[in-house]
């Protein structure tokens, strides 16, 4: 399982209502393509900006209820206006996606989360609305979670966006356990490695955990399907210590028995968070 922010939209879940599927599937349609015009083909920088420059074009002829959109805008104004979304969620998307063509690197973990921020953020904050769920309490645990799904998903590709001349790991950490870009995917059986990732591994599993008690507050469907997503991700965490983090020969995924413990631990999660609260109660 690629713990990637479009690849979690519930598009084929047997979870998601049926009511909902045309929106769902309306919104991954503009997300998704409009991240592979930041990163997929071989267009330059300029085009790229330009093809997205296009894109909030038609956002902002949505918000003036322009008439004549193309198709697949067409649909996400018809989502929108239907179940009465925000708009500032989609603008947001595209900030990031322009962001990934001219920004490499992060200097700090507050520019990371930033980024999350617009990245993957505004993807729990619109599935939230299409619930009627957007209450200010929920949207804080949803951006926790976003946010850890995003940094897991960069954990597990340090190799693949390497390979695209990115680094996600916020580049202060690096200086702080001695690592050096040039040294990454050259670092096997390194300590200064394996820490470095044991302190990313261990902050995002934290971030994880705060937003985790979403998933208990949510009901039904989306309560559950929220809490595979929650378990997935600390899965895959657990997998990337499982390979002493060397994630460059062992890119981490899910496989069949890995999904039989994600749903297990997702029907047990309301007594493992009560007993994650009472350990760390007796550590303070």
Not at 142 to 168: G, P, T
Request: glycine fraction near 4%.
């Amino acid at each position: 399982m690629p713990v990637d922010h479009y690849e979690n939209f519930p598009v084929a879940s047997i979870l998601l209502p049926r009511r909902l599927v045309p929106a769902v599937e309306a919104i991954y349609a503009f997300a998704r393509s409009a991240d592979d015009l930041a990163d997929e083909g071989d267009a330059t920088p300029d085009e790229r900006l330009a093809a997205l420059a296009l894109y909030e074009q038609q956002l902002q002829r949505i918000a003036r209820n322009d008439a004549g959109l193309p198709p697949m805008f067409e649909r996400l104004a018809g989502v929108i206006r239907d179940h009465q979304l925000p708009m500032a969620p989609f603008h947001d998307l595209l900030s990031a996606f322009q962001q990934d063509v001219v920004v490499q690197r992060y200097r700090t973990y507050g520019d990371l989360l930033d980024y999350c921020a617009r990245s993957a953020n505004p993807v729990g904050l619109l599935m939230l609305s299409l619930y009627k769920e957007a209450s200010d309490d929920n949207v804080r645990d949803s951006d926790a979670i976003c946010s850890a799904l995003q940094i897991i998903n960069f954990l597990q590709d340090v190799a693949i966006d390497l390979h695209k001349e990115r680094i996600y790991l916020p580049l202060e950490d690096l200086t702080r356990f001695a690592v050096s870009p040039a040294q990454l995917g050259h670092t096997d059986g390194q300590a200064k490695w394996r820490n470095l990732m044991k302190f990313e591994v261990a902050r995002v599993r934290e971030l994880m955990l705060t937003g985790a008690p979403l998933a208990l507050r949510l009901p039904g469907r989306i309560g559950f399907e929220l809490r595979m997503v929650v378990q997935g991700g600390l899965r895959i965490l657990e997998a990337i210590e499982e390979v002493d983090y060397d994630v460059f020969r062992h890119r981490p995924k899910l496989g069949k028995m890995d999904w039989l413990k994600v749903m297990w631990r997702a029907l047990t999660m309301r007594r493992q968070l009560k007993k994650l609260a009472i350990a760390a109660h007796r550590l303070e």
